[in-house]
T-cell receptor, first 112, second 112 residues
């Protein structure tokens, strides 16, 4: 148990669907992150929230829309995705700058 | 400048042997260098981390060696065990930022 829970674990969706990924952290951290992990590529940072405010948007297409309603919850809203968006989406949390990041087990997303 | 280059891509080691994974970086502003371990179906977990003010850090069978002048750092796993079989990622970040730059990963297999 890492203290960071992601749901669902697996998601298959068509290109026209709308779905959301959920992340919840039970560690009392104040920063949360979304990463994309594709085969043979480095983990790519997508978004960073610190104290519920978005502080980083790493040139991510607008079809990915994050939401952080409080310091324990993070969502990634998906719409009109492309086949190349199929990947493992990882959520992480930390106490902030220069502190270790704790990852969830990810959502495996497949776009048909 | 922002990349972290990791090698080898895959590594096969006999049980009891030493596993060595290398990473190199260009950006001298990086000042935090963690290593993550990832098992299939799980998210990355922090294994060990180092800052550039020390040349070596050891935790149990895991050691990070850091060469600031060469801009290289490596992970050594002593007495490698089959349970160490996983994918290992090096990473780097700059002081005061939340942004971790990851290497491409090394798949380690330890055979009995």
């Amino acid at each position: 148990e890492t203290g960071v829970t992601q749901t669902p674990r697996h998601l298959v969706m068509g290109m026209t669907n709308k779905k959301s990924l959920k992340c919840e952290q039970h560690l009392g951290h104040n920063a949360m992150y979304w990463y994309k992990q594709s085969a043979k590529k480095p983990l790519e940072l997508m978004f960073v929230y610190s104290l519920e405010e978005r502080v980083e948007n790493n040139s991510v297409p607008s079809r990915f829309s994050p939401e952080c309603p409080n310091s324990s919850h993070l969502f990634l809203h998906l719409h009109t995705l492309q086949p190349e968006d199929s990947a493992l989406y990882l959520c992480a949390s930390s106490q902030g700058h220069d502190q270790p990041q704790h990852f969830g087990d990810g959502t495996r997303l497949s776009i048909l | 400048q922002q990349q972290v280059k990791q090698s080898p891509q895959s590594l096969i080691v006999q049980k009891g042997g030493i596993s060595i994974i290398n990473c190199a970086y260009e950006n001298t502003a990086f000042d935090y260098f963690p290593w993550y371990q990832q098992f299939p179906g799980k998210g990355p977990a922090l294994l060990i981390a180092i800052r550039p003010d020390v040349s070596e850090k050891k935790e149990g069978r895991f050691t990070i060696s850091f060469n600031k002048s060469a801009k290289q750092f490596s992970l050594h796993i002593m007495d490698s065990q089959p349970g160490d079989s996983a994918t290992y990622f090096c990473a780097a970040s700059m002081k005061g930022t939340d942004k971790l730059i990851f290497g491409t990963g090394t798949r380690l297999q330890v055979f009995p």
